[in-house]
Each structure stands twice: as C-alpha cells, then as structure tokens.
C-alpha cells in the first residue's frame, strides 16, 4: 500500500502571541536546535513515508528556509517520493485557503498524481514521537474509510479539542469540535489516514456545501461519523502536545528538562531530524552555574551568570551576573550583565539590557513574559509576568521603565524602516 503524507503547515497560531507575529506556528523554534514541524517531519521519515506534501500559507518563509529540498529528512528525492511544498494560488475557483479541508481539497489534484492508496494527513505544529506505520497496520485491520488518532488529556483542557465517543471495538460512535462544556476526555490528535477515494469524495462533498467552514474537526469527520459505521480511532498514549498557547509551549520546554524527560529527544532509534546551524561548542566558562537545563552549540555562558531549569538556543549568550530561570531563549539572544529572566520567552536576536528584569516567580500558574524577534529592553527596565514586548522594538518605544501585565510594547516604526 502506498502513502503519501499531507502536513497542514499554514496555521497562524495567534494564541502564541509575538512568536507567530512574522512566522507560521509550524516554523516556530522548539527546543533548542528543532522547529515544531521538525516533529511531523520525522515522524514520517522514521516511519519509512519518503513521500510528503507540506501545504503552507500564513507567513511561509521561514518555513521554506528551513525545509528547503529536504535534505535533513532524507526527502531530497528527484524521481520518487520526495518533498513538495504547497501555497496558495489565483485561479478560477481557487484562492486563499478557508480551513483544512479547503487546503487540501485545493491541491487535491496534485496530491492523487502519485496515486496513493492511503492519505496521511497531519498538522505541523504538534510535538510528539509516533510510529505512523502501526497506524497504517491498524488502519487496514479494520478495514477503515478514516481512522483518527486519540489520546487522552485532563479534562480541564479537553474543550480546546475535538471530543471523540467510541465502542468496544473502537469504532467512533460520536465526535464534537471544541465543545464548551466536554463530557469526555478522549480527544482528537489531528492526525487522519485515509482511503484515498473517501477522502476525494469527502473532499468533494464538503466543496459543494456553501455554508460548510470547509474544516475537517468542524465539518467533514462529524458528518462522516454520523453517516458511516467504519469510522475507527487509533488510541495513542506517547508524550502529545499541541503547542497552540504561550503556556502550553513554555510548559511542553520545561516537559523536557524532567528527569528522567515527558519527551525524550535522545533515542537515537528515533531520531528527530533538523536544519542545523554551523555553531561553535558551548562555552560555559569557570563559575558559571548551569543546572537542569538545554544549552546548544554557539553559547556562552560567562564567569558568575547562572542558567537554571532553561533552554538556550544557538548562539545565546548569558554575560557575567546574569540570571536565566525557567526561561526560553532563542537564537542568538544576549542577556547583559546583571540581568533577570524569570518564567520568560525571549525571540530570535533580542537584547535584554543590562540589570533589567524581565518576568518572575509565579503566584500560581505563571504568567509568562514575552519578548519578541529583533527586540531591545533598555538597561534598568522591567518587564513584568504577562507583559509582551513586540517585535522590533527599541529603546525609543519605551514611554514607562516598567511594563506591567497585560501591557503591550509595540515599535513607533514604520515597516519601511525595519
């Protein structure tokens, strides 16, 4: 049987605040060296899917910077299988994608050119280990149109998903998109096998629906469980996180830095493939204190500055006196002398100026501070938990020396002059 894998990389992640502003949520950084979609990716290759369409649309550079030809996955192939990418074109009766099935049902014709038997598809901007072989195996044992992957959450976060009901033999009998009030835990992961010819009927079914959002949690899979009776759910139970809140990215960093890890990044018998930069070793120099924590290749780590419970990015460097705790620091991030992070999430090339203080210990659930791309927080300044300091910002944007919670620092600039 021959697969071809699907990964809905266009999501505009608005509830990840700054990091989504000038990136689509697949292409955000995770970990350290990865980016989330790094995850999807191998999966498949790990998995022996040497054929996959990655279908992108909000903000898509970063993304395809970093794919490329899909070299890091094995997936540069010229004549068989291989890597293609996606995006929105004009053409009569196409446009900008409406919703995932839209996305799909779009370049649906492109898809089926390799012929198929079985259609994965996927969302990029999951963190998660899963052998989407076993799935196959459990797909045609049931003689299933669609088997849905489930996995288990508390309760108190099931409404963010769709909430799947099945029998004894696991055949979906209901399922609901992002109730208000779920009665089940049991909820779906996003990841769908399909027999190729339902998918183009479905496809095509939801097409000519008018009033349809064109989604497949919100129209297609409660239409088809509600019509068929070979609908089935394949019960995941492995480390899952859609990593779609400030909270749940924070808190999926810190899964990692557990001993023994929620995630465990280091099984070389499932290795989790990257674009990775030309980075010098870390230096952590004599007295500095790192504990419990991700430190990549290119930091530097000075004489009296301490790094606790935190994940630092390539090319992070942590000056004399400074503090890093429960933090995340990406790529080529400076914290100046004397500085204190605390429960925060620094972007790609900030500066955190000397003495100031961003976030803090929490009180509860914490608040986590944000600091976005290419930003500066002048000397002296605190960001409080729960401020969001946007992107591009500079000192000349600051009208307060404390940014309190809830408040938001955006730059004066014009885009012309970024």
């Given at each position: 049987?021959?697969?071809?894998?699907?990964?809905?990389?266009?999501?505009?992640?608005?509830?990840?605040?700054?990091?989504?502003?000038?990136?689509?949520?697949?292409?955000?950084?995770?970990?350290?060296?990865?980016?989330?979609?790094?995850?999807?990716?191998?999966?498949?290759?790990?998995?022996?899917?040497?054929?996959?369409?990655?279908?992108?649309?909000?903000?898509?550079?970063?993304?395809?910077?970093?794919?490329?030809?899909?070299?890091?996955?094995?997936?540069?192939?010229?004549?068989?299988?291989?890597?293609?990418?996606?995006?929105?074109?004009?053409?009569?009766?196409?446009?900008?994608?409406?919703?995932?099935?839209?996305?799909?049902?779009?370049?649906?014709?492109?898809?089926?050119?390799?012929?198929?038997?079985?259609?994965?598809?996927?969302?990029?901007?999951?963190?998660?280990?899963?052998?989407?072989?076993?799935?196959?195996?459990?797909?045609?044992?049931?003689?299933?149109?669609?088997?849905?992957?489930?996995?288990?959450?508390?309760?108190?976060?099931?409404?963010?998903?769709?909430?799947?009901?099945?029998?004894?033999?696991?055949?979906?009998?209901?399922?609901?998109?992002?109730?208000?009030?779920?009665?089940?835990?049991?909820?779906?992961?996003?990841?769908?096998?399909?027999?190729?010819?339902?998918?183009?009927?479905?496809?095509?079914?939801?097409?000519?629906?008018?009033?349809?959002?064109?989604?497949?949690?919100?129209?297609?899979?409660?239409?088809?469980?509600?019509?068929?009776?070979?609908?089935?759910?394949?019960?995941?139970?492995?480390?899952?996180?859609?990593?779609?809140?400030?909270?749940?990215?924070?808190?999926?960093?810190?899964?990692?830095?557990?001993?023994?890890?929620?995630?465990?990044?280091?099984?070389?018998?499932?290795?989790?493939?990257?674009?990775?930069?030309?980075?010098?070793?870390?230096?952590?120099?004599?007295?500095?204190?790192?504990?419990?924590?991700?430190?990549?290749?290119?930091?530097?780590?000075?004489?009296?500055?301490?790094?606790?419970?935190?994940?630092?990015?390539?090319?992070?460097?942590?000056?004399?006196?400074?503090?890093?705790?429960?933090?995340?620091?990406?790529?080529?991030?400076?914290?100046?002398?004397?500085?204190?992070?605390?429960?925060?999430?620094?972007d790609k090339r900030s500066t955190i100026g000397e003495k100031a203080v961003i976030g803090g210990d929490p009180d509860g659930e914490p608040a986590i501070a944000l600091v976005g791309k290419n930003s500066v927080v002048p000397p002296g300044t605190v960001i409080q938990p729960g401020a969001v300091v946007g992107t591009d910002v500079i000192p000349p944007d600051y009208t307060v020396s404390v940014v309190q919670s809830g408040q938001y620092i955006q730059?004066?600039?014009?885009?012309?002059?970024?």
């Amino acid at each position: 049987m021959k697969t071809r894998a699907i990964i809905l990389a266009g999501g505009e992640g608005t509830r990840l605040s700054v990091l989504t502003f000038k990136r689509t949520k697949p292409a955000v950084p995770f970990a350290g060296k990865y980016r989330i979609i790094d995850f999807p990716l191998s999966n498949c290759v790990n998995s022996n899917i040497f054929d996959v369409v990655i279908i992108a649309q909000y903000r898509p550079q970063s993304l395809i910077e970093h794919i490329g030809a899909g070299g890091p996955w094995d997936l540069d192939r010229e004549f068989t299988g291989g890597l293609k990418i996606f995006t929105p074109y004009k053409a009569r009766g196409a446009g900008w994608f409406i919703g995932t099935a839209d996305a799909v049902q779009q370049n649906f014709a492109f898809i089926k050119r390799s012929d198929p038997d079985l259609i994965l598809i996927l969302s990029g901007d999951h963190v998660y280990k899963m052998d989407y072989d076993a799935l196959i195996r459990y797909h045609l044992e049931k003689k299933a149109a669609v088997t849905l992957c489930t996995i288990q959450v508390p309760l108190e976060e099931a409404s963010r998903f769709g909430i799947v009901s099945v029998d004894e033999n696991q055949r979906v009998t209901s399922f609901v998109e992002k109730p208000a009030d779920p009665t089940s835990n049991l909820v779906n992961m996003g990841v769908y096998l399909f027999t190729r010819q339902v998918l183009d009927d479905e496809l095509w079914k939801d097409h000519l629906q008018k009033d349809s959002s064109h989604d497949f949690g919100k129209d297609i899979l409660p239409k088809m469980v509600a019509e068929r009776d070979d609908i089935y759910a394949y019960p995941f139970s492995g480390y899952w996180v859609d990593v779609g809140t400030v909270n749940s990215y924070w808190q999926a960093h810190m899964d990692l830095l557990c001993v023994p890890p929620t995630l465990d990044l280091h099984t070389r018998g499932w290795v989790i493939h990257t674009r990775s930069e030309e980075r010098p070793p870390a230096n952590i120099q004599k007295g500095a204190r790192v504990e419990d924590s991700l430190v990549c290749d290119g930091c530097i780590i000075e004489d009296g500055a301490c790094v606790y419970r935190s994940v630092l990015s390539p090319g992070v460097i942590v000056r004399s006196g400074a503090v890093v705790h429960h933090s995340i620091l990406l790529t080529d991030t400076q914290v100046q002398p004397g500085a204190v992070i605390k429960y925060a999430i620094v972007d790609k090339r900030s500066t955190i100026g000397e003495k100031a203080v961003i976030g803090g210990d929490p009180d509860g659930e914490p608040a986590i501070a944000l600091v976005g791309k290419n930003s500066v927080v002048p000397p002296g300044t605190v960001i409080q938990p729960g401020a969001v300091v946007g992107t591009d910002v500079i000192p000349p944007d600051y009208t307060v020396s404390v940014v309190q919670s809830g408040q938001y620092i955006q730059t004066r600039r014009l885009p012309n002059e970024l």
